[in-house]
């Protein structure tokens, strides 16, 4: 879906469309046209675009290069020139290589060039990322100013949108150019042609530039802007419309034999085809499976479609349809009705070994360009996807020496990867309930640490896939707000034994202590031993604020933190007694401290501590119900200095 700003909402679509022309019209003259901009967005009260005169606020952003950005770090520029751009809009990608140019022409002439990324990552739906390979989180801005090469500071607003709101984008990409007193001269787009193999009629940026290098009056100093809608945070509860229109979306399961499959590899349907061969009882192949559906609805309106090949038996087909319906896999699935699995082996790819999960991506010519046996990296598949000659970028590169096969792309990305992760993580983690803000906090800041550390992180939502076997690939698990109930026994005998026999580390939080009888189901007695023999038995329900006293500041897990740190805004469990005598207590909270004072008290209460009499090296660490908790400098060294100290690194 190539969202372009026009199209925030349908509620809007009616009113845009009298107005349409503002972006297709001639530039306009003069501040007068700031109206034209901002007019055509949300209501210009909620988000009013920054007028031409205004002085540039200030901003206190984090770049790509690790660096924290405010107004004065440009003081020595004589012109400024800020772009609102992003990851996954096709016009935002058009104009990358412009930006480069723009400073390399500009930068020797006392010209500063920033990005400023304004989007709301959650508030991005999967359907509108079928132009990219990357969406606009800051792990993925860096990913993208890597490959792109890019030469400016690039910035993410999407925490707060606080900048974002101060100057007013309408779309991406937005410019505003300021002269050396900071004031507000040009706003408006970057040029006036998409396509960057066409010639601009327009190049407005750089006469705005060049005007004031030479102490003229800029002609034109507001121009309409045209590219994908800001993703502002209040955008989200698009995100759950689109959950519920999916959750719609019939469901089948029909079934193929070896001809069928081969017609499915002659591929004859126009579209790239992603085949996946699974079965039920495949950990991997179900652990996987969420991933692909994700890629289904990124590229499935630009010509791509997920094809399953359930091996399942047949008598097993119900339970085969009810997974697939679980994880409302709405493309094309069949299961295959053959007695003999090497004929279909045979049918599906001469070269596969016979392991599960198999995928393969083939193109509308019939060329496989794609082969994986075993679980994908989903990253590596889309944009595999992404640089594919039948779809890729809007405006791409056509010239076969320069695009080269899929084959040589694959190779040369393959060789160009960074060196293998320091290690493995595992976050188990709920996507619902009320602990769900935190969730989505939790795992934008623990990408970007991946990504700056150099460790891979997987999640999944619930531990039924975990095994054994499972666990080898792991040194690490991250519980994050999991409740120790409704595992099934093969995730309970995987993880004790996980813990006991030291095969890797762990880090629990908050609801990884809700012991006791939930939902119908018995407490984990191995799980409350584990935690200091300790069953939950309070909170307080409309929070408080407490001081978090640290008893042990030589543990790893409290290096760099202050004697005591205030948590707003806590649950603070109680439970039937206290684990102390049972585990080692690194901090406790004050409940003599708590805002409001309440009755919810248990007297000795830790909130951190670890448990020395299994191998593996954990802890539990209580806080983890607000996503405000990633606003606390304190508790984000807490938890990075967990994940290393647990992961032996």
Known sequence: MKNYIFYTSLQLALLLGASMTAFAGNPVKGAHAVAAVAGNAIPPEEHKTLPIGAAAPDFHLPGVDGKTYTLASFREARVLVIVFMCNHCPTSQA????????????TAKGVSVVAINPNDPASLRLDELGYSDLGDSYAEMKIRAKNAGFNFPYLYDGETETASKAYGPVSTPHVFVFDKDRKLRYNGRFDDREDPKKKPGHEDTRDAIDALLSGREIAVTVTPVFGCSVKWAEKRDWIDKAAITWAKEPVRLDTIDVAGVTGLLTNPSGKIRLINVWATWCGPCVEEFPELVT??????DRGFELVSISTDETDHRTQALRFLQNKQASSPNYIYTGEDKYKLMAAIDPKWQGGLPYSMLVDPDGTVVYRKQGIIDPEELKKIIFDDRFMGRIYKEDTPAKRGTAEESLKVRTEAKRVAPRFNVLALYENGGHHLAYSKRARVWLDQLAVDSNFRI????????????????YQLILQLDYPPYGWKDKAVTAFEQYIEEGRGGWVGFHHSTLLGKFDGFPMWQWFSGFMGGIEWKNYIPDFADGEVMVEDGRHPVMRGVPDSFLIRKEEWYTYNKSPRPNVHVIARVNEGSYTPQG????????????????????????MGHSPDLFDDEQYKKIFSNAIFWAAGK
Do not use: C, S
């Open 95 to 106: 104009y990358e290589d412009r930006v480069i140019r723009l400073t390399n022409d500009y």
């Open 295 to 300: 890629i289904h609805r990124m590229y499935r």
């Open 458 to 473: 997987d999640y999944i939502q619930r531990p039924d896939t975990i095994d054994g076997q499972y666990l080898k690939n």
């Open 599 to 622: 009755m919810v008290k248990m007297g000795d209460h830790p909130v951190i501590w670890t448990n020395e009499h299994v191998k593996a090296r954990n802890v539990y660490i209580f």
